[in-house]
C-alpha cells in the first residue's frame, strides 16, 4: 500500500529481499525526515502495478533478483515507461553489467548498501538526483564508489567535507557550492590529492558540514576532474600490467607510497617533484635544486613544443632519459608536471616515450 503519498517526493524500492526493503526504507525516513514517501516491490509485477497506480519519480532497482533480474526489468520500463528515472543497486558490483544498465537509461549504478555509511551515501545520492530534477543527470561516466557520492554532491550543489579512510591512509575532498575546491591527503594537496583518493580500490568514507580549507587548490569543471581521474586509474592498471614498467599513473597517484612500491621491484627512488600546470610546487621528495627541476620543466615544454609542430603525433607528455645510473621520469600534462628520478641499472642512453 501506498505511504505518505501527500509527500513531496515518490520513490519506489524494488528488492526481492523483504528484510532489506525494511531496513532501507526505515533508514531513508529518518535521514529524510520523512519528507520522502517509500513504496516497496519485491518482484517486477508488483512494480509495475505501483507504476499503473501512481507515479513515482525515482525507483530504486535491484539487480539481482529471480524470474527477471533488474537490468532485464530496466529494459522493460524503458519500453514502458522511457521517461523513468531508475537507480540500480548491486551486491556485488560488475562493470559489465554497469556498462549495460547505463546505455540502457540508467541514472546511477551504485553499491548496494549494507552499513550505515553506505545508506548515508545511498541518500545523498538520491537526494541530489532528486533536486536535479528528471532532465538532468550523467550517464555512462560514473563509477561504483567515491566518485558516485562526489559526482551527486557536485550535481546537488552541496557543500559539504567528504573524509576518506583506508588502512593507514587518510584524506579529504572539499566541495563548496557543487564546485571541488580542494582535497589533500597525507603531504600532498590539489589535483594530485584527488586523484590519489579516488583511485583508492575500498575503505570508508563520511560526509561532513563544510569547513573552508586553509587554502583553496582546485577549479574547473567536477565532470572533467573525475573523468581525468577515472583516465588516470585506467592509465595506472594499463602500466602496472606491463612486465617491469614503472608506470607514470602510479607515481602521480601515490607519491607518498612511490619508495615502497618501486623498491619492493627492485627499483629505489632518489628524487620526486610534483607541480600545477602553472609551475606552483605541489610535493617535493629530497629535490636537491627546485630552481633547475622548475627550469627543467620549462625547457622540456618549449623542446615538446617545437618537436611536434607538422607532425601528426602531437605534443609529447612522458619522457623518460637515463643519466648514468640513474632513470628520470618526466610527465607534463594539462594539469600537473611530475618528476620522478630511480636508481636503476644502465641501459641506452635516451629514451622518449
Known sequence: MPEETNKRSQFLFVDDEPEFLAALTS???EFSKAHWAFRTATNHSQALEQLKAQPVEIIVLDVEMPVMDGVEFLRLLRHTHPAQRVVMLSGHPDETVRKSAIELGASLFLQKPSTPEGFRGLFTALEALEASGPQSGFRGVMQVGLQDVLQMECLGRKS???????????GQIYISDGAIIHAECGQLQGEMALYGLLGLSGGEFKLHPFAEPTRRTISGQHE???MEAARLHDENHSQSARPGSLGGGEQHANLGEASVATEARGVRIEEALLCSSAGEVLYQWKCESLEARLDLFKKLEMQTMEASKGTPSGRFHRVSMDTGASRLL???QP????????????TPAQNNE
Open 224 to 226: 572533467f576532474l573525475l
Open 335 to 346: 594539469t600537473f608536471k611530475l618528476l620522478v628520478r630511480s636508481a636503476l641499472p644502465a
Open 330 to 332: 618526466i610527465q607534463i
Open 160 to 170: 559539504s567535507i567528504l573524509a576518506i579512510s583506508t588502512g593507514n591512509r587518510r
Open 27 to 29: 533508514q531513508l525516513k
